[in-house]
C-alpha cells in the first residue's frame, strides 16, 4: 500500500522554495522513532519515504510526503496527524502545519485501473514540480533522458512491490521505441542541497506514446506510479517531483 500525505505549511516567503526540502527531511528524521531512522539511512538503494515541497503561484506551499510501505506509512500517520506545528531547526523558526490528509492507493489496484483502460491517451503532458536530475558515471545529467525516466520508475517500483516486475532490459528497449518527446519547455536549474547545487532541470514535457495498447497501458501505469515515487535522484529530499498535467487523445 502507498500512502500518500499532503499538508498546508505557513511559511514566510523567503522559505517558500523547492530547496527547503532537505530541511523538510530533517524535520522527518526528529519525528520519527530511532529504530525507523536507522533503517532509512541503512537503506541500501531506494528508501520507501519520498517527499517533497511543491510550490504553486496562488497556493499555500504543499508538503507532500510518499510512503512507498505500509508500516512507514502508518507511522507517519502517527507522527503528523495531530500536529499543529513543526520546527526547522535549521532556520530557527516554527511553522504552522495544516490541512493534513492522508491517501491510501493500493498498488494492484493502480495496476488494474491502467490496464482496464481500452483507450490510452496518446499524449501526455508532465509538469515538474520539483528539479529533476539523474547521475552517471559520477556526472550529473540535467536533460530528460528517457532511457533514465523510465528505468529509475520501473527499479523503484520493484523494490518494494515484489509480486510484480516491470522492469527488464528488453522491456525498456520496447518501450523506448514507442515514447517520443514531442514538445517541451524546459530551464536548467540548481537543487540546494547541503552546501551543494546539483545541477537539474525543470519546466514541462509533453510524451508522445504508440505501440499496441498493452504498452500503452504499461506506459501510463509507470508515470502514473512516477507521479508518486518521483523519478531521478534525491527524491527522499525534495527532488524528481512531477504532475501529470494534461492527459488527451
Not at 52 to 69: A, D, F, Q, T, V
Not at 75 to 101: F, P, W, Y
Not at 218 to 241: A, C, D, P, R
Amino acid at each position: 500500500m502507498i500512502y500518500k500525505l499532503t499538508a498546508q505549511l505557513e511559511l514566510p516567503q523567503e522559505l517558500q522554495t523547492n530547496n527547503l526540502g532537505s530541511t523538510l527531511h530533517g524535520v522527518l528524521m526528529e519525528l520519527l522513532p530511532t529504530e525507523i531512522v536507522k533503517q532509512l539511512h541503512s537503506a541500501s538503494a531506494y528508501s520507501p519515504l519520498r517527499q517533497r515541497l511543491i510550490i504553486k503561484r496562488g497556493s499555500k506551499p504543499r508538503w507532500e510526503i510518499i510512503s512507498l510501505s505500509s508500516e512507514l506509512g502508518k507511522i507517519l500517520m502517527n507522527c503528523l496527524m495531530d500536529r499543529t506545528s513543526i520546527l526547522l531547526k535549521h532556520h530557527q523558526i516554527e511553522v504552522a502545519i495544516g490541512n493534513i490528509s492522508v491517501e491510501k492507493i493500493d498498488e494492484t489496484a493502480l495496476i488494474k485501473d491502467c490496464f482496464s483502460q481500452q483507450v490510452s491517451p496518446r499524449y501526455i503532458k508532465l509538469a515538474i514540480q520539483t528539479p529533476i536530475a539523474f547521475k552517471s558515471k559520477g556526472e550529473y545529467e540535467i536533460f530528460p533522458d528517457l532511457q533514465k525516466f523510465f528505468r529509475s520508475i520501473m527499479l523503484t517500483f520493484d523494490s518494494f512491490f515484489e509480486d510484480y516486475e516491470l522492469y527488464d532490459s528488453e522491456t525498456l528497449t520496447y518501450i523506448l521505441e514507442n515514447v517520443k518527446i514531442v514538445d517541451y519547455r524546459m530551464r536548467s536549474t540548481r537543487f540546494h542541497l547541503e552546501g551543494v547545487r546539483i545541477p537539474s532541470f525543470t519546466g514541462e514535457l509533453k510524451f508522445r506514446i504508440s505501440g499496441p495498447q498493452p504498452m500503452q497501458q504499461l506506459i501510463h501505469l509507470i508515470i502514473q506510479f512516477g507521479e508518486l515515487s518521483g523519478v531521478g535522484i534525491k527524491t527522499s529530499l525534495g527532488m524528481g517531483k512531477y504532475t501529470l498535467v494534461e492527459p488527451n487523445n
